[in-house]
């Protein structure tokens, strides 16, 4: 055991730990719609490695992400609190505290939006599956990795942002 591993804390207030310091990856004009997002990695703090899991907060306006689907990867979240709107290739569902949503990899494309006046906190949890490329079905967006593993945006016809 490493001595960094070894000075982790075995357990913390989720709502104490640092938020993530990039708020989005995406490219404008994507990145402003994450502005009402707030991640806290949890599952990174306690030296997870296959699978993550983040306390998201969205503010009112909020959204989770752009509508995306993996293709690898599953994707979990449990509702602590607020009423978000899961919006999904099958419609709009109103979720509230207690209820949970699960998305299988190149299932569902989906995403979370704040529509209330309060605040939505939610779990995510996901696989952390090695050559995920998600997809963006509403917007013009594709991840490209580069040759060195990195990974970059370009709208769907390969020109870059």
């Known amino acids: 055991m490493s001595e960094k591993t070894q000075e ?3 357990a913390i ?6 938020p993530r310091a990039q708020r989005s990856v995406y490219p404008e004009p994507f990145f402003s719609r994450m502005a009402g997002r707030v991640k806290r990695p949890l599952g990174d703090l306690f030296g997870l490695a296959n699978f993550g899991v983040n306390q998201t907060t969205l503010a009112p306006g909020g959204e989770s992400a752009l509508l995306h689907r993996h ?18 290739d099958a419609g709009e569902t109103t979720l509230a505290p207690g209820m949970c949503a699960g998305f ?58």
């Not at 207030?13 to 640092?18: C, I, P, R, S, V």
């Not at 293709?71 to 999904?88: A, R």
Request: hydrophobic fraction near 35%.
């Open 71 to 88: 293709s690898k990867q599953d994707e979990f979240i449990y509702i602590l609190e607020g009423t978000p709107t899961l919006v999904t």
């Open 8 to 10: 982790r804390t075995t």
């Open 13 to 18: 207030l989720a709502a104490e730990a640092e």
């Open 104 to 161: 299988p990899a190149s299932g569902p494309a989906h995403h979370l939006v704040n529509r209330s006046a309060a605040p939505v906190v939610y779990l995510e949890i996901g696989d952390r599956s090695a050559g995920d490329a998600p997809t963006y079905p509403a917007d013009d967006l594709k991840p490209v990795r580069r040759p060195d593993g990195s990974r970059i945006f370009a709208h769907k016809d390969g020109t870059p942002y």
